[in-house]
């Protein structure tokens, strides 16, 4: 596949992404401003990579969509990951910010609440077991 470029046209799509870049530029000051890309940062960056490829489609959109799925393949991992992350330190800030009476673990609350509540799905038994007198579930009412 051999792409014939014209100078005037690779002039004109310089002059369209800086032109872009520089908008782009207070766009995205502004989310981070207002917080809007906090912890989602990466997708903007994917968003002026689309735009920047698909300027590249003016010399060739065969071009383009392979550039296109070269930035998928390398960009899609790092971008869900820089996700993950922010919502991982989300979680942890979130715990952080709860009182320490808050904060039981999973074991030791599913201990508490075994010696609390008796469940016998089998039996169809559900009741607290400080109850001294638990109402069996009669199946032939349900």
């Known amino acids: 596949m051999e792409i014939k470029i014209e100078t005037s046209q690779v002039l004109v799509v310089y002059l369209a992404l800086i032109i872009f870049g520089i ?11 207002e917080k809007f890309l906090e912890g989602y940062t990466s997708l903007a960056v994917a968003g002026g990579v689309l735009v920047t490829v698909g300027l590249t489609a003016v010399f060739s959109w065969q071009f383009a969509l392979l550039v296109l799925g070269a930035f998928c393949f390398s960009g899609l991992p790092v971008a869900l990951g820089s996700i993950w992350r922010y919502v991982r330190a989300r979680q942890r800030d979130q715990q952080a910010m709860r009182p320490p ?14 010696t609390l509540y008796h469940a016998d799905p089998e039996a169809n038994e559900y009741h607290w077991k400080t109850d001294p007198n638990p109402e069996p579930v009669d199946e032939k009412k349900s």
């Not at 908008?23 to 401003?33: K, S």
């Not at 009476?101 to 075994?114: A, F, G, M, S």
């Open 101 to 114: 009476w808050l904060v039981i673990p999973n074991e030791v609350r599913k201990r508490w609440w075994d």
């Open 23 to 33: 908008l782009y530029n207070q766009v995205i000051g502004w989310w981070i401003r």
